[in-house]
């Protein structure tokens, strides 16, 4: 049986860090830090961090099209 890495650690997205500063930007935008929200009404809480999550995906998409548009015109050299 092979021995497990106990230092190895788990895959993480490469997109995660630039989608959490997405959910931090529109927390910020609406006057909120992540700190403070914790302190919130829990169902403002969830209200909030879906429209921020929502908010990420949405920028994630647009940051994810112009790489691709980007690459697309590199390769076109």
Avoid: C, W
């Avoid at 497990?4 to 927390?27: G, S, T, W």
């Avoid at 302190?39 to 920028?59: D, F, M, Q, R």
Wanted: charged fraction near 30%.
């Amino acid at each position: 049986m092979p021995e497990k890495n106990v230092d190895a650690r788990p895959m993480e997205d490469p997109e995660a860090h630039l989608e959490r500063a997405f959910i931090d930007e529109y927390l910020r935008q609406h006057g909120h830090d992540l700190e403070a929200v914790r302190l919130l009404p829990e169902a403002h809480v969830t209200t909030l961090l879906e429209a921020a999550s929502i908010y990420a995906a949405g920028k994630l998409a647009e940051f994810e099209s112009r790489a691709h548009y980007v690459q697309d015109i590199h390769s076109k050299d």
